[in-house]
């Protein structure tokens, strides 16, 4: 059994785990056509908020992924609907953030200000390439004046096809350090926009799939739904084996890939033929496996080490040749 056959719903993070900026991560096409040729539900959930569910769509459509409008969830969406729980209809809100979210917010029936004379009753902040020190100082003094304060997300990174770039919360960081104050959040690692996506999918068995812990990870955790972390992104080996007990996943792979691989190939646990140990606050990993596969080494240390209550570990000391390999190419030091 697969984790296709185990699932009825994917819900896709976009960014570092479908595609890297204007690039499709390697076969993700393929598992994604895949997904769909069996009849699995499709919902790309996405924490960037400078575009249009039509024009992310419409991204997707252009890579090569069977997309439509009603299979997008931004965390544009999710912000206003939390504002629109919050305020008055007509209230002002101070929009930090593309039009994508500017439309969102006045789709909930709400008025979008650019200024702090304005009188906001809340700022809202999501990722634009276009913010800069202008569109911050108002916002400064919006927050510092006693405005409601909601990010869609706070990533501190966007993976993209020229590596890993300043994303919403660098710049959400920025209003931190100059206010003293935190915003709450609209999209992931809470779980609003997860569990609304598996609902508008009429999903019983949905499964998140992305490659951030603390935001894709975090909000499957939250949302109480099982998660495969893909290392096309931002999450690494060391982190994984780091990962507080709310970011640790359920499954992992390379990439999509893992979508089509039997379950017992991708969950987290020790593989037969290798041996892994904690000694002195570390690891020690010995053995073997027969696939030859990095990431059954990782899946066996990962389970060991959260089982032992995890943490960083002091190290990961191999012993064998195959040992050394195989954490040599996950890029763990010993």
Avoid at 180 to 208: D, F, I, N, W
Wanted: proline letters at 6%; aromatic letters at 4%; a negative charge.
């Amino acid at each position: 059994m697969t984790l296709l056959d185990a699932h009825d719903a994917l819900l896709l993070d976009l960014d570092g785990t479908v595609y890297r900026g204007g690039t499709a991560v390697p076969g993700a096409p393929e598992a994604i056509a895949e997904a769909k040729r069996r009849g699995r539900a499709l919902r790309y959930v996405t924490n960037n908020a400078s575009r249009a569910p039509e024009a992310v769509a419409q991204h997707l459509r252009e890579l090569g992924f069977p997309a439509n409008v009603r299979e997008v969830s931004t965390s544009s969406q999710a912000a206003a609907a939390v504002l629109a729980a919050k305020l008055a209809a007509g209230s002002p809100v101070l929009v930090v953030g593309a039009e994508a979210l500017r439309a969102e917010v006045r789709a909930v029936g709400l008025r979008v200000v650019e200024a702090a004379a304005d009188e906001p009753v809340a700022v809202v902040q999501g990722h634009s390439p276009e913010t800069g020190w202008a569109q911050l100082a108002e916002a400064c003094i919006a927050i510092r004046g006693g405005a409601y304060w909601l990010a869609s997300n706070v990533d501190a990174t966007l993976p993209t096809e020229r590596g890993l770039l300043p994303g919403n919360g660098s710049m959400v960081a920025a209003l931190r350090t100059a206010t003293g104050l935190s915003p709450e959040v609209a999209g992931k690692p809470e779980p609003t926009q997860l569990v609304l996506a598996a609902e508008s999918a009429g999903a019983s068995a949905a499964l998140v799939v992305g490659d951030r812990l603390d935001t894709d990870i975090a909000g499957a955790s939250a949302a109480e739904l099982p998660a495969l972390v893909v290392l096309t992104g931002v999450a690494t080996p060391a982190g994984l084996l780091a990962a507080v007990p709310e970011q640790r996943c359920r499954y992992m792979s390379e990439d999509l890939g893992g979508l089509v691989a039997p379950v017992e190939h991708v969950e987290v646990g020790v593989r037969a033929g290798w041996l892994v140990e904690v000694v002195d606050g570390g690891l020690r990993l010995g053995g073997a496996d027969e696939s030859g596969e990095p990431l059954s080494a990782l899946r066996s240390l990962c389970s060991v080490w959260w089982g032992a209550g995890g943490g960083v570990p002091s190290g990961v000391t191999p012993v064998g040749a195959e040992a050394e390999a195989a954490l040599r190419k996950l890029g763990i030091a010993w």
